[in-house]
């Protein structure tokens, strides 16, 4: 094993999406089998189902829920969306706290029909409308940055710089950051902007997955770790030197990986997440 690589599974957490083939009742039964500790649950995998059943066979199989994703996709032109949007966000806020997980992960959203500035200025404002409604879930606001590709409408929040300074505004417990190394590894200001996260207490959660070159699809082409050119290893080091002591979340989007045989895809998301993380 490489120096400085992890050596067991108990801060290994896979996100559902991960594994798409797989419903929910398959990804937390496999998920345990296999020495897995956490699960981020992705909320089209909870559709037609009982949310709080559901966490229940979560925690069954010896999984802690870390995360429900996604909420967010604040801004738009149409005043109509953006009530929508803080509508829905207010569900995803209710199905966390009946899932019996403590966090909600944002993918803040944008609209290429406004500015930049604008669609920040509605993500900042939906975000203040909620925190009363998190408050009373007791359910932390994650703010994910995206990487630029995804500004024109998934994210007008790109570095972790403007997340953090995001977080820092509300000054909460409930309103902090998510570190996706997929998003930030890019960013010269990466080691900074995590040390200044972690400093803050604002430092949630924590994604990792590689960006392999080159990229055949801007959304559905991720890698395991140490298949591409993202320092996994190096930003992880950085994380915990900020105090993170949480899960490391796998996050793959990818055509190539949901094709194939899920239990050996598992097997080589264990792998590479001990030589590579």
């Known amino acids: 094993m490489n120096k400085g690589g992890l050596t067991d599974f108990s801060r290994l957490c896979i996100h559902t999406i991960t594994t798409k083939p797989w419903n929910i009742e398959e990804a937390a039964e496999n998920y345990s089998k296999a020495g897995v500790k956490g699960i981020s649950v992705w909320r089209e995998i909870l559709e ?4 709080i059943k559901t966490g229940e066979l979560l925690r069954g199989n010896s999984l802690e829920v870390v995360s429900l994703v996604r909420g967010g996709f604040f801004p738009s032109i149409s005043s109509g969306k953006r009530t929508k949007a803080i509508e829905d966000n207010r569900n995803a806020i209710e199905e966390a ?3 019996g997980c403590p966090m909600l992960v944002l ?3 944008a609209d290429p029909a406004q500015s930049l500035e604008i669609s920040i200025s509605q993500i900042k404002e939906g975000i203040g409308v909620l925190l009363p409604y998190a408050d009373e879930y007791n359910i932390k606001l994650a703010i994910e940055p995206l990487h630029p590709m995804y500004a024109d409408t998934r994210s007008a929040i790109s570095t972790l710089s403007q997340a953090n300074d995001l977080a820092e505004y509300f000054n909460s417990p409930l309103v902090g950051v998510v570190v996706d190394v997929y998003h930030l590894w890019w960013d010269p200001d990466i080691e900074r902007q995590i040390a200044r996260c972690g400093a803050n207490g604002n430092l949630f959660a924590f994604h990792i997955c590689d960006w392999l070159s080159p990229t055949k699809d801007m959304l559905n082409d991720r890698g395991l770790m140490g298949e ?3 320092p996994v290893r190096k930003i992880r080091e950085w994380v915990e030197k900020a105090g993170f002591t949480g899960f490391h979340e796998v996050e793959i989007f990818s055509i190539k990986h949901w094709s194939e045989d899920q239990y050996q895809f598992l097997e080589n998301i264990k792998n590479t ?4 993380s």
Do not use: S
């Not at 037609?48 to 949310?51: A, F, L, P, Q």
């Not at 997440?273 to 590579?276: A, F, G, I």
């Open 107 to 109: 993918v803040c959203g």
């Open 273 to 276: 997440y001990l030589e590579n």
């Open 97 to 99: 706290a009946f899932l």
């Open 48 to 51: 037609g189902r009982d949310v």
């Open 228 to 230: 591409g050119c993202i």
